[in-house]
């Protein structure tokens, strides 16, 4: 199955492209865009490692090309890391007529985008996700960034691609982890949209049909909201929770795994809070199991979440901005809700997982 979706903001339109032994069209794909062939590759060393051949044939047409290997941890997403590809753009006389590639991951992706977005102020990008946590969000919508200070994404931009390729030969070699850490955000849709979302994609295991039913969703938010003014923000059920998880627990659960986790906590935090009934939060409940997702959350503390949800570039005038499920394709933006209810949520959600 082959799928294109199209994204058009503003001034600026492109493609994600769903299929399978994609990447053996590259060179069209860059004639096609126009795309500079003086390439620079951000790539994660396990990507590397298992489809290098590929990526070196692919790319055999290039003018000019320069790799730089990362290890794809939450430590390495950082200014550091973004110091090290800025001295090889430079060492390596890399111009405004330079198209960067990021190929892995979500996190791949973001510091190759950040680059990208602010190199020359500015120069051209091309997203290759290898994971499908990256292909269902992380590559779509123009979101680029790093960590600081152990806050996630604080530092960042809008910075749109000038394509998305997902190629499936990639998902060959992804471990079990990642797969249930991509449903972290298919989940997420389902809350979003609607209660049988994927349910057959899921079912028959078919990745490629879980890209294409999880980008057309963003694809469709973001085209309506770039800058997170208003719509998009629905995006962000379960995140502020998962990003202060991710922090509490010193980046040791996969993003995706964090995000089931904070949806969860959404969801109890929206009965403490009188928002929803005990019937729905039951079927909240009921659905997210079906995902069997388990993360590990008995080492997190809950008031040290909070302090961190502080810190979430969501907040404003210093308050903690909750986005909560009230229905399947219901969702309430700009929530604030009494600390001791969000404690609560905290011990709630850790208590439905327990120890694994």
Do not use: C, W
């Amino acid at each position: 199955m082959e799928k294109i979706i199209n994204v058009k903001i503003l001034n600026k339109s492109y493609s994600i492209l769903i299929g399978k032994n994609y990447l053996k069209k590259i060179k069209l794909l860059f004639k096609d865009k126009n795309l500079s062939q003086n390439i620079f590759i951000v790539t994660d060393k396990n990507v590397y490692k298992y489809h290098k051949d590929y990526i070196n044939r692919s790319f055999e047409f290039a003018k000019k090309l320069q790799l730089v290997i990362i290890d794809s941890t939450e430590k390495n997403k950082n200014l550091m890391t973004v110091e090290k590809i800025y001295s090889e753009l430079i060492k390596n006389n890399f111009g405004r007529d330079t198209t960067i590639v990021g190929i892995g991951g979500g996190l791949i992706g973001d510091i190759a985008a950040y680059v990208a977005s602010s190199y020359m102020r500015g120069i051209s990008f091309v997203n290759i996700p290898t994971t499908l946590l990256a292909a269902v969000d992380a590559s779509i919508g123009g979101k680029t960034g790093v960590n600081f200070s152990n806050i996630k994404n604080i530092i960042g931009t809008f910075y749109q691609p000038a394509l998305v390729l997902n190629d499936s030969v990639f998902l060959s070699s992804l471990p079990e982890k990642e797969y249930l850490s991509g449903l972290g955000e298919v989940l997420k849709y389902k809350f979003i949209t609607h209660k049988s979302f994927a349910d057959s994609a899921l079912l028959k295991n078919n990745v490629q049909e879980l890209i294409g039913l999880s980008a057309s969703v963003k694809a469709n938010i973001v085209m309506l909201d770039e800058k997170e003014l208003s719509l998009r923000k629905v995006l962000n059920l379960g995140h502020t929770f998962a990003h202060a998880f991710e922090s509490v627990l010193d980046f040791k659960i996969k993003h995706g795994v964090a995000v089931a986790a904070g949806i969860t906590a959404a969801s109890y935090l929206s009965r403490l809070e009188n928002l929803i009934s005990e019937k729905k939060l039951i079927e909240f409940l009921n659905e997210i199991s079906k995902f069997n997702i388990h993360p590990q959350l008995k080492n997190v503390d809950e008031e040290e979440v909070y302090s961190l949800m502080l810190s979430d570039k969501k907040n404003r005038d210093e308050k903690i901005k909750f986005v909560l499920p009230i229905d399947f394709g219901k969702i309430i933006l700009d929530y604030e809700a009494a600390k001791i209810n969000v404690i609560n949520s905290i011990k709630l959600v850790k208590f439905f997982f327990g120890p694994v």
